[in-house]
């Protein structure tokens, strides 16, 4: 059941984390506050395809 997943940055569309999830217990898209180290601070980043 679980996935991997890559986090993209809401700002400056830079892939910068991989990560695991499990589609029974998170079927929607994940949203977290991650460090980017293209645009130095903490943004918003989204899961993608």
């Not at 996935?3 to 569309?13: A, G, H, L, P, R």
Request: with cysteine; glycine share 0%; proline share 2%.
């Amino acid at each position: 059941m679980r996935v991997k997943i890559t986090m993209v940055c809401n700002e400056c569309k830079q892939r910068n984390y991989d990560s695991m999830k499990n589609k029974k217990n998170d079927p929607d898209r994940l949203e977290m506050n991650k460090y980017c180290k293209f645009c130095r601070k903490h943004t918003l980043h989204k899961e993608s395809k």
